[in-house]
């Protein structure tokens, strides 16, 4: 079983600067894909970033490419935007990343940590 704690989320301006956290923990991690998803009010959840615990290897959504880095425990993300408010979501799954960033190949998820952007 594998746990996941996020944490750093919070309110912020229009260009600011956030750093989400994933604490995992419960099962060895080194063969482990771990995502951030997030999802606003009234939307689905949409795959944000990967990251292959084994090889460091990386995917991102158009969204976000050029303003947020995934590493192993950390999202970190610039030139905030109003539309990058939602929840966001941790979530593993044991095994290499898959390109597309789809919550159905994930099984272990966090709680979320919210983030808001305002204008």
């Known amino acids: 079983q594998v746990q996941l704690v996020e944490s750093g989320g919070g309110s912020v301006q229009a260009g600011g600067s956030l750093s989400l956290s994933c604490a995992a923990s419960g099962y060895p991690l080194r063969n482990t894909c771990f995502g951030w998803f997030r999802q606003a009010p009234g939307k689905g959840r949409e795959g944000v970033a990967s990251?292959?615990s084994y090889d460091g290897s990386t995917y991102y959504a158009d969204s976000v490419k050029g303003r947020f880095t995934i590493s192993r425990n950390y999202l970190q993300m610039n030139s905030l935007k109003p539309e990058d408010t939602a929840m966001y979501y941790c979530?593993?799954?044991?095994?290499?990343?898959?390109?597309?960033?789809?919550?159905?190949?994930?099984?272990?998820w966090g709680q979320g940590t919210q983030v808001t952007v305002s204008s």
């Open positions: 990251i292959y």
């Open positions: 979530a593993a799954v044991f095994g290499p990343c898959r390109q597309v960033i789809a919550d159905r190949d994930f099984t272990y």
